[in-house]
């Protein structure tokens, strides 16, 4: 039987497997081989990409030689300097062919194994994002503490209700993710990036192996806790107000301009009713200053929101996106009344 294959010649139902690596010498290789031994019972095609970020180790002749070893469907990617986890994600993401997309780190503590089932998931749940769910994480109390924190500020935030937000290892249909630019440090986010493309019950989570790191380094550390709480100002952000920024800075001028205005007609009060004196009284500088606060940021609401016009105006961005999946419609035309169309073309 003939293998299907897309428009585009791509065969359907094809997997592209991405993995950053930075500074991952020593797992390289041992990356390598682990994923062609969980992928070897996978019944449709796949090809692996491989995204050295600028490591300064030996990462990348590893990949070259590799790569060479075992053929074309091995392919490396080297960035001219370490962008990033989330730079080089979407460096893979960009170069991947296939229908679906699996993503997961390079030091081996993802399974690769857990890939063709996640895959399968996938599809029988007819979702668009499946997460891996390190249930039984090997990892000490100084990462899991922070990270357990951190899913449920962002699960309460975004609404993206998730055990494990930080788990590299995703499988997306390659149509959404595509649909969403990564940049920054929104790797951490992406769950929550995609729930703006596609509805939350089309992103689902299943529980996946974890394994300790046995060579390289973590890049990680606790520091990381600070930049996710400001990342998830953006993704808040963005998530609700990328195209009417001006609700979000009018409420915050709103609620300054309420507060202040309060203050001062307390105190015209007791100036010009009760003919105290408040000039020397802290709350009048209190209110003044949230006044001031308020102008401030109701004129930045209206800058953000010209801003924001010109930004979906003059580009090919929309402030919606149409299901992909929408179904055929017939040829356009209009609606018009029966009688006058007899009358017109008995008139003919």
């Given at each position: 039987m003939a293998e299907q294959t897309g428009t585009d010649g791509t065969p359907s139902r094809a997997l592209s497997v991405v993995i950053p690596m930075y500074n991952e010498a020593d797992n390289a290789r041992p990356m390598v081989e682990r994923v062609h031994q969980g992928l070897a019972a996978y019944t449709d095609p796949w090809?692996?990409?491989?995204?050295?970020?600028?490591?300064?180790?030996?990462?990348?002749?590893?990949?070259?030689?590799?790569?060479?070893?075992?053929?074309?469907?091995?392919?490396?990617?080297?960035?001219?300097?370490?962008?990033?986890?989330?730079?080089?994600?979407?460096?893979?993401?960009?170069?991947?062919?296939?229908?679906?997309?699996?993503?997961?780190?390079?030091?081996l503590q993802n399974d690769p194994a857990d890939i063709p089932d996640m895959v399968r998931e996938l599809q029988q749940?007819?979702?668009?994002?499946?997460?891996?769910?390190?249930?039984?994480?090997?990892?000490?109390?100084?990462?899991?503490?922070?990270?357990?924190?951190?899913?449920?500020?962002?699960?309460?935030?975004?609404?993206?209700?998730?055990?494990?937000?930080?788990?590299?290892?995703?499988i997306y249909r390659a149509d959404v993710i595509r649909q969403v630019t990564l940049y920054g440090e929104m790797h951490r986010f992406i769950p929550a990036?995609?729930?703006?493309?596609?509805?939350?019950?089309?992103i689902g989570e299943t529980v996946v192996h974890h394994n300790a790191r046995v060579a390289g380094k973590s890049k990680y550390g606790i520091s990381r806790t600070f930049r996710v709480i400001i990342d998830l100002l953006?993704?808040?952000?963005?998530?609700?107000?990328?195209?009417?920024?001006?609700?979000?800075?009018?409420?915050?001028?709103?609620?300054?301009?309420?507060?202040?205005?309060?203050?001062?007609?307390d105190l015209a009060w007791v100036k010009f009713i009760g003919g105290e004196d408040i000039g020397n009284r802290p709350l009048l500088l209190v209110g003044i200053v949230c006044v001031i606060a308020s102008f401030q940021f109701l004129t930045t609401g209206i800058l953000a929101e010209l801003l924001a016009r010109t930004y979906f105006e003059s580009s090919d961005k929309r402030s919606y996106l149409v299901a992909l999946d929408s179904p055929e419609q017939p040829p356009a035309a209009w609606k018009r009344d029966e009688k006058a169309k007899d009358a017109t073309s008995q008139s003919a």
């Amino acid at each position: 039987m003939a293998e299907q294959t897309g428009t585009d010649g791509t065969p359907s139902r094809a997997l592209s497997v991405v993995i950053p690596m930075y500074n991952e010498a020593d797992n390289a290789r041992p990356m390598v081989e682990r994923v062609h031994q969980g992928l070897a019972a996978y019944t449709d095609p796949w090809e692996l990409i491989l995204v050295d970020d600028g490591s300064r180790d030996d990462t990348s002749r590893q990949l070259r030689t590799v790569a060479a070893e075992l053929g074309g469907h091995v392919r490396v990617i080297r960035l001219r300097r370490n962008f990033g986890q989330t730079a080089a994600m979407q460096a893979g993401i960009d170069a991947a062919r296939g229908e679906f997309v699996a993503t997961l780190d390079g030091d081996l503590q993802n399974d690769p194994a857990d890939i063709p089932d996640m895959v399968r998931e996938l599809q029988q749940r007819d979702l668009d994002l499946l997460v891996g769910w390190r249930k039984a994480r090997q990892d000490n109390l100084l990462r899991r503490i922070p990270s357990r924190l951190a899913n449920w500020l962002i699960g309460r935030t975004t609404g993206v209700r998730l055990h494990d937000y930080g788990c590299s290892l995703k499988i997306y249909r390659a149509d959404v993710i595509r649909q969403v630019t990564l940049y920054g440090e929104m790797h951490r986010f992406i769950p929550a990036w995609v729930a703006a493309v596609t509805p939350p019950d089309r992103i689902g989570e299943t529980v996946v192996h974890h394994n300790a790191r046995v060579a390289g380094k973590s890049k990680y550390g606790i520091s990381r806790t600070f930049r996710v709480i400001i990342d998830l100002l953006s993704v808040i952000f963005f998530m609700n107000f990328r195209a009417r920024p001006a609700h979000f800075f009018g409420a915050i001028g709103l609620a300054f301009g309420i507060v202040g205005g309060l203050i001062l007609l307390d105190l015209a009060w007791v100036k010009f009713i009760g003919g105290e004196d408040i000039g020397n009284r802290p709350l009048l500088l209190v209110g003044i200053v949230c006044v001031i606060a308020s102008f401030q940021f109701l004129t930045t609401g209206i800058l953000a929101e010209l801003l924001a016009r010109t930004y979906f105006e003059s580009s090919d961005k929309r402030s919606y996106l149409v299901a992909l999946d929408s179904p055929e419609q017939p040829p356009a035309a209009w609606k018009r009344d029966e009688k006058a169309k007899d009358a017109t073309s008995q008139s003919a």
